[in-house]
């Protein structure tokens, strides 16, 4: 790979240590992938976690004098103090970790939102422009549905990009791997924003290989909300970081500007029956439920909207706990929605993810209702069970302790 | 000792590591290896069951999110149950940076003849920055180590 005399100045070390450490995990992976030289970025969202091994990166780059050149967005981790009002008091290591992760990102020059959607608020990217995006369920819409162009990136090397201001040149920056190989023909009904995380965690399940798949039989465009559910699902069933739909994605205006020239590699068709037996398979059976969780990824103003004014002028019946960003706490407060769902007694949770492990120990073998199936694919390690409904018919779930149909 | 086969192969992230090959099928997420045992949990991967401590790990390439690769690496580290080097057929971006940052050996483009005669056991010399892999077999450690 070709560097500049900066960048080699930063490899070498003449920038501090903590630019040297970030530039030989770039350098590193820009040769596994034969990329040729590195281009600057202009924005960055790191999946800050609070897990060990986030830690130990974020508190290593930033003790070795590193600091971000472009301030990344991150994800979610905890709110701690309303946890500890709400939930429970988090043991020892845990919060500490927390604290540490908070701290570190801090000083490394992040923006602090704890938000998994900088796709929608504070961190949207324009078409074509060149970014470090390492929230799974955000890198197929900045890809996607808005046009910029990002790569799978870990939460170390958009850490790294933050901190150079550049990515190796590699994969999903270049046009000619931004192409569709694959060609899924829709023929079942989709309409709604489940429907759209049935389609998302469908596709995986019908097709491993990692080639782009371009939808067709697509003739309304989703929500904002419906493409991210999709992208989340394709990335938690599978690990897709792009797709194109013929009429309505950018780099899709037909089929085949979709393919570019690509020689079609294999076609899947997509049926009812087939989200039929994902709604089966995922979606869990009726019966008693204890708590609701919502927002995975986190919930929009309009998906709040939606909970507030079914829970108008009612309780909920059980625990439910509405995750969302800081921002559209704030303004579900002014909206209004906030003290509906307080007098519902529900909670809104702001800058907290439901993967954080000790935050929702009491769930710990409970039945739940959620309208995230990759809510219900992760929360598996934290032996909660779940019925995966639409966001609607899972909150009158939680206002009855129990899931009808 | 000059008999030891030799073989070219691509360093990503440099290092010297050695110990004796573990060879997957699947690709692995270290989030789904037990950090205390470096026994491998996830239900069906070719590993379930066997534990990645110590050993050259050859696979095809890596999977998992954008952070559960990174603290399951770690946290194998920290208990010193991680690989001593791996060697992959195709770079996957979240491994690559994952490995390079955490420090461990990693090397691909290993030339076909090395897989022909690879085998659970063996004992291979992984020179992340000679670029080089030394196979012993593990039949000529044997007849090494009789009297």
Known sequence: MELTSVERDMLAGKHGEGSALAMKVQVGTGKAFYARRMVPITRAHVALSAQEGDVYWVTKLVDAGARCVISPTVNPSMDLKYVDEHVHSLAGEGRDRVAAANDAYRRIGATMTLSCTPELEKNVPAFGEVVAFSESSATPYVNSVLGARTNRESSISALCAAVTGRVPEYGLLLDENRRGEVLVEVEAKVEDDFDWSLLGWAFPMKYKGCEIPVFTGITERPTPEGFVQFGAELATSGAVAMYHIVGITPEAPTLDAALGGNAVKARVTITDADLDRIREEVCGQPGKIEFAMFGCPHLSIRQVAEIAAIADGRRFAVDAWVLTSSLTKELAERMGYLSIIRRAGGHIVADTCMDMPGCWDFAFNKSGVTESPKCAYYSQVYGQRYAVRPLAQAVEAALTGEVVK | ?147
């Open chain 2, 1 to 147: 000792m000059n008999s030891d086969p030799e073989y070219t192969c691509r360093s990503i992230s440099e290092g010297l590591g050695e110990g004796d090959v573990i060879l997957s099928k699947d690709a692995l997420c270290f989030a789904l290896v037990e950090a205390e045992t470096g026994v491998v949990l996830e239900k069906g991967h070719d590993l379930q069951g066997k534990s990645v401590a110590g050993k050259v790990l050859v696979m095809p390439t890596g999977k998992g999110s954008s952070v559960v690769q990174a603290d399951g690496l770690y946290r194998l580290i920290t208990h010193e149950k991680a690989p001593t080097a791996v060697i992959i057929e195709q770079p996957e971006p979240v491994l690559v940076s994952t490995i390079i940052a955490m420090e461990v050996p990693l090397v691909d483009t290993v030339e076909p003849a090395f897989y022909e005669a690879v085998a659970d056991g063996d004992h291979v010399v992984v020179d992340a920055v000679g670029e080089k892999l030394v196979l012993r077999k593990r039949s000529a450690r044997h007849t090494e180590v009789k009297p």
